[in-house]
T-cell receptor, first 112, second 116 residues
């Protein structure tokens, strides 16, 4: 199986400040990795996904970016946060079987 | 394009009653997978059940079953004998089963409230 680690659990940042959220994977090599955002009480919006080191696909154009410097590391970044970036950010990893997608515990970001 | 529709933004159900959460989907793929996830107030996503498009039997996992009607493109989640701990957000999701590099598409979710 696979374990997804995310930190921090909670983050409060002022508008215009940078952001770096890290996700690491344990248990599987070369997994597909995903970043989702969930606004309060809403569904999951896929932001980025990666099928390998240095390979990033962006689903939604915005001021966020993602990088995958190592096989088991996926980073979500921003140079300048906006109020609309507030939300719950989830990292997920794809397992071997089609039905296996593992989620991290999430980071609750509040931009003030 | 793939699409998941959950038409019930919220539901209130008495404890111990059965619950059906609706999910319809749209895809042109012949082979695909359907999922349900539970998200409690803590935010974690808990995988509940999976149904492959070619699976002949409806999937079941304990109190959860998936009522899969392929011709109608529906994949409703049924929770038998609901419990207070079932109160949560529930998401229906789909992916192209043939391509593991494909992404999972989520519905907007249904918030389930179980009343004592």
């Amino acid at each position: 199986s696979q374990t997804i680690h995310q930190w921090p659990a909670t983050l409060v940042q002022p508008v215009g400040s940078p952001l770096s959220l890290e996700c690491t994977v344990e248990g599987t090599s070369n997994p597909n990795l995903y970043w989702y955002r969930q606004a309060a009480g809403r569904g999951l919006q896929l932001l980025f996904y990666s099928v390998g080191i240095g390979q990033i696909s962006s689903e939604v154009p915005q001021n966020l970016s993602a990088s995958r410097p190592q096989d088991r590391q996926f980073i979500l970044s921003s140079k300048k946060l906006l109020l609309s970036d507030s939300g719950f950010y989830l990292c997920a990893g794809q397992g071997r079987a089609p039905y296996e997608q593992y989620f991290g515990p999430g980071t609750r970001l509040t931009v003030t | 394009a793939q699409k998941i529709t959950q038409t019930q933004p919220g539901m209130f159900v008495q404890e111990k009653e059965a619950v059906t959460l609706d999910c319809t989907y749209d895809t042109s793929d012949q082979s695909y997978g359907l999922f349900w996830y539970k998200q409690p107030s803590s935010g974690e996503m808990i995988f509940l059940i999976y149904q492959g498009s070619y699976d002949e039997q409806n999937a079941t996992e304990g109190r959860y079953s998936l009522n899969f009607q392929k011709a109608r493109k529906s994949a409703n989640l049924v929770i038998s004998a609901s419990q207070l701990g079932d109160s949560a957000m529930y998401f229906c999701a789909m992916r192209n089963r043939m391509n593991r590099d494909d992404k999972i598409i989520f519905g907007k979710g249904t918030r389930l409230h179980i009343l004592p």
